[in-house]
């Protein structure tokens, strides 16, 4: 089922089953290297897809580059370089489009457009040019691409067990990933592809097949499905590509916490329940405990908003930026992220946004609608699942009432193990745990700055992060998960000397 997969692997591993290879109808690509390395991609990348242009034949140019803010800015340079090669040098129009997972879907589409037609005047070929991530590499075809331009870069999913972070780091792609791209100049004719690295850096330093993706996950969610599949003995079970025993110790450590394992190892009711949700286990334990908290409605809408891709779009453009951040303001919880996805989606499904249609709303408020939908679907299937286990559905009734504390409740007995504090001194937050200096994400409605806070994920740019954060209060982190908060385990002086009074001041609340 793919073009560069490592069969024979998969045929050893599965006794030697018979191997069919069906190979696609390809034509021929020429594959040009750099003499020399280069020390800003980026730089050298705008150069290529202009010089293609100036002195190419006709056919569209698709480049690969590594996430949205990198390719937003090749866009705008391409762009504006092109227009100027048009009036100096007499060069054909040029039409750029940005493809990338976040893009509005009427935005993608634009890169199935024609390419321009060429001057009358000089019959120079008009084309197009698609800046892509890896989307492109493998998900979808572009009729009309005929020149690849590919640094050699893209990003990858990394999970570091040690500190619990999953992010994504730019990495050099694999062999595989580089003839993979190759292949899409020759889709539809003889097409070029030009590497941005030198011939001996390909066959040296690139490794033959990228890293699967066990191997850079957390364990959490496959650890709990081979529980209940009854497999028992993880350390000798027979994976393709062994994980670290270190990330496998951590997944079983994270279910033990949630008490989705007992302390020998074995599945306990609640693992069983919370197996059967395709969810990351860390969520489906807030499910399925939210009715205690009278608020599974409400939890039930927020797992299912933090399932789906992000609702809000963010348009390149000042002016387009700074609309869209007051719209997102408009739905803004003071308590935090999740509570403010909480509001989007009652705001979606409330009867003015269905009169205005809701496509139209989605986009005068700067939200996806695929994402919305999306959000929905997930949340009716989830609350099947709810319902064949008879667990309860009730609502705080926060929609009418704005009354958040409970539903803040049923989050931390989640999200426990996500926990930051306020540093004493200096700015940003102390992971709890873990003692990682993070700040809050810059897309947050938090403006003041709360003492503690939950956060959904930890992101690792030019700096750390935490993203979507919620305000809680640290009894309830000793209420709900007194294990895992049991302060012999601390390490980190502040978070514990907090937690100690905090403690001090319940134990004498409960004498009185």
């Known amino acids: 089922m793919s073009a560069t997969l490592d069969a024979v692997k998969f045929q050893n591993y599965f006794n030697s089953a018979p191997l069919l290879a069906i190979p696609g109808r390809t034509y021929p690509v020429e594959i040009y290297y750099t003499p020399e390395f280069q020390r800003d991609y980026l730089d050298a990348a705008i150069r290529t897809v202009l010089q293609i242009h100036a002195t190419e034949k006709e056919g569209d140019i698709l480049l690969f580059l590594t996430g949205e803010d990198e390719i937003e800015q090749a866009c705008d340079k391409i ?10 040098e007499g060069c054909g129009p040029l039409k750029v489009y940005p493809l990338y997972g976040s893009l509005p879907p009427y935005q993608q589409q634009k890169i199935f457009e024609p390419a321009p037609k060429p001057f009358k005047s000089n019959g120079r070929p008009g084309r197009k040019v698609i ?43 694999s062999k595989a990933s580089a003839q993979q791209r190759a292949g899409r100049a020759g889709r539809t004719r003889p097409g070029k592809c030009f590497r941005l690295y030198t011939e001996e850096a390909f066959k040296k330093e690139l490794v033959e097949q990228t890293y699967p993706e066990v191997l850079r996950s957390n364990l959490s969610s496959t650890v709990l499905e081979l529980k209940k599949l009854g497999i028992d003995d993880l350390v000798h079970f027979d994976f393709m590509d062994p994980p670290a025993p270190e990330t496998m110790m951590r997944a079983l450590e994270e279910l033990n916490y949630l008490e989705c394992l007992d302390d020998e190892g074995n599945l306990t009711p609640l693992g069983r329940m919370a197996s059967h949700f395709p969810l990351d286990p860390m969520l489906a334990v807030m499910l399925i405990r939210s009715p205690k908290f009278h608020c599974s409605e409400e939890i039930l809408t927020i797992v299912a908003m933090l399932s789906v891709p992000n609702v809000f779009v963010r348009p390149s453009g000042k002016n387009a930026r700074r609309e869209a951040d007051d719209a997102k303001m408009q739905f803004a919880n003071p308590e935090g992220d999740h509570l403010t996805l909480l509001n989007v989606f009652l705001e979606y499904k409330s009867s003015g ?42 609502s705080n009734d926060y929609g009418n009432t704005m009354d958040d504390t409970d539903i803040r409740k049923a989050l931390t007995a989640g999200f426990f193990m996500q926990v930051a504090k306020k ?41 750390n992060y935490i993203r979507t954060v919620t305000s809680v209060k640290p009894e309830w982190l000793l209420e709900f998960a007194p294990k895992y908060y049991d302060l012999e385990n601390f390490h980190e002086d502040d978070v514990k000397l907090s937690l100690e009074r905090v403690k001090e001041r319940l134990d004498h609340a409960k004498k009185n």
């Not at 496509?359 to 064949?388: E, H, P, T």
């Open 353 to 394: 946004a269905k009169a205005h249609g809701l496509r139209k709303w989605c986009k005068d408020n700067y939200l996806s609608f695929r994402s919305l939908k999306s959000a929905d679907n997930v949340r009716k299937q989830l609350s099947r699942i709810m319902g064949s286990y008879d667990l309860e559905f009730n």
């Open 131 to 173: 800046v892509s991530t890896n989307i492109a590499e493998t998900s979808l075809t572009i009729d009309g691409i005929v020149y690849v331009v590919d640094p050699g870069f893209s990003k990858q999913k990394v999970y570091n067990p040690r500190i619990r972070v999953e992010s994504l780091l730019v990495s050099p792609i």
């Open 423 to 463: 540093k004493s001194t200096g700015k940003g937050y102390i992971t709890v745990k873990d003692s990682q200096d993070v700040l809050l994400h810059p897309s947050t409605v938090l403006h003041r700055q709360p003492e503690w806070v939950i956060y959904n994920e930890f992101v690792l740019t030019s700096k």
């Open 79 to 88: 762009q504006l370089e092109a227009d100027q090669l048009i009036r100096e």
